[in-house]
């Protein structure tokens, strides 16, 4: 069992910067998948990015485009999530979400935990 929270949204300009944390705790974390995805209203959770349990394999949406990074501190049970470059259509409630596999995985159904969400806003 795992339980995430995530911080570190809010309202940044276009061209701007955030990094978003995810705080984990269970015994599982350090051999869990991670990822970080992304909804807004009427739209699907659709993927942002998403690393293996050690941090060796990473993938990312094609919309990012090299401006974000995701990390893992297995010491510190937390994942992170730097976006750099903000632009207005990132703007969604951004989710943590933990696997009980290790591979990295894009899909939602990858994932078995998920935490409550943390809005950014990017306005123009």
């Known amino acids: 069992q795992v339980q995430l929270v995530e911080s570190g949204g809010g309202l940044v300009q276009t061209g701007g910067s955030l990094r978003l944390t995810c705080a984990a705790s269970?015994?599982?974390?350090?051999?869990?998948?991670m990822g970080w995805f992304r909804q807004t209203p009427g739209k699907e959770r659709e993927v942002v990015a998403a690393?293996?349990?050690?941090?060796?394999?990473?993938a990312y949406a094609n919309f990012v485009e090299g401006r974000f990074t995701i990390s893992r501190d297995n010491a510190k049970n937390t994942v992170y999530l730097r976006m750099n470059a903000l632009k207005p259509e990132d703007t969604a409630v951004y989710y943590c979400?933990?696997?009980?596999?290790?591979?990295?995985?894009?899909?939602?159904?990858?994932?078995?935990?998920w935490g409550q969400g943390t809005q950014v806003t990017v306005s123009s």
């Open positions: 979400a933990a696997a009980e596999g290790r591979g990295v995985g894009i899909g939602v159904v990858t994932y078995n935990y």
């Open positions: 269970g015994r599982t974390f350090s051999s869990s998948a």
């Open positions: 690393l293996s349990w050690n941090g060796g394999s990473t």
